[in-house]
């Protein structure tokens, strides 16, 4: 796939792998839409790559707000090229430890991220790809 002057979603993209994808996409000559919940970290990322950067602070939980990154990037080109899912969080909790069992409301909001996160960015940019 031609990388070039195609504009890119990337969730989870303002640190880790997240991160390593903007920049790689942008070394390729994409223009990417970043979504994360950290707006500094969103910040310092456009300030490093300007222009070919867009961040929209957002929570891949909420339909309203891909739909709003999706929005975003489908103005900027009138299309969008690709996603790629890297929003992701982990608890720093041993099941069992000093301080007791792991917490089930932790666990659950990783879940929550990780995998119901991910399917509804997928559910919503393939509905938004089957209107283009």
């Known amino acids: 796939m031609r990388i070039e002057g195609k504009t890119f979603l990337v969730t989870g993209g303002a640190s880790g ?3 390593a994808t903007v920049e790689a996409l942008v070394s390729k000559g994409a223009v ?8 500094d970290a969103g910040a310092a990322l456009r300030q490093r790559y300007g ?3 867009e961040f929209i602070q957002a929570d891949v939980t909420s339909e309203d707000s891909i739909v709003k ?3 975003l ?3 900027l080109s009138g299309t969008f090229s690709g996603v790629v899912s890297c929003a992701g969080v982990a608890p720093a909790e041993r099941i069992f430890g000093r301080n007791g069992i792991h ?3 932790s666990f659950r909001a990783a879940v929550d991220v990780n995998l ?3 399917f509804n960015v997928l559910r919503v940019a393939s ?3 089957g209107q283009a």
């Open 17 to 19: 792998l997240g991160a």
């Open 32 to 39: 990417v839409v970043v979504a994360d919940r950290n707006s």
């Open 51 to 53: 222009s070919d950067i």
């Open 69 to 71: 990154a999706l929005d």
């Open 73 to 75: 990037a489908v103005g």
């Open 103 to 105: 917490g089930l409301q």
């Open 116 to 118: 119901v996160g991910t």
């Open 127 to 129: 509905r938004q790809a």
